[in-house]
């Protein structure tokens, strides 16, 4: 069974840096897209990035182009994402996420497999 885990979130003040690790158990991902979205109170759930199978090609949402990096490890196993130069309107549950049945990448209305998510708070 696929599991996705979430860690790394905390609080910072603005500027400051996190990386997020999702860790991803009970299936093979070197072929799955995987997706991060993040989801502050009172919003919904919206797209931050994503890496394409294989690793190569990445995706960003024009609010985080530049600040955001995805990456993965050596075994395709751990995803990152690394947040730079954070704003207070990072402030959100962030989450990965990959198709249930598909390698194409996730969105908010496909059927997926999510983490519990990790939260990031930037305050000063």
């Known amino acids: 069974q696929v599991r996705l885990a979430e860690s790394g979130g905390g609080s910072v003040q603005p500027g400051g840096s996190l990386r997020l690790s999702c860790a991803g158990s009970g299936g093979g991902y070197r072929g799955k897209c995987v997706g991060w979205f993040r989801q502050a109170p009172g919003k919904g759930r919206e797209e931050v990035a994503r890496?394409?199978?294989?690793?190569?090609?990445?995706y960003y949402a024009d609010s985080v182009k530049g600040r955001f990096t995805v990456s993965q490890n050596a075994d395709r196993n751990i995803f990152y994402l690394q947040l730079t130069n954070l704003k207070a309107d990072d402030t959100a549950m962030y989450f990965c996420?990959?198709?249930?049945?598909?390698?194409?990448?996730?969105?908010?209305?496909?059927?997926?497999?999510w983490g519990q998510g990790t939260q990031v708070t930037v305050s000063s």
């Open positions: 996420a990959v198709r249930e049945h598909a390698d194409h990448c996730p969105t908010t209305l496909s059927t997926n497999i």
């Open positions: 890496l394409y199978g294989g690793g190569g090609r990445t």
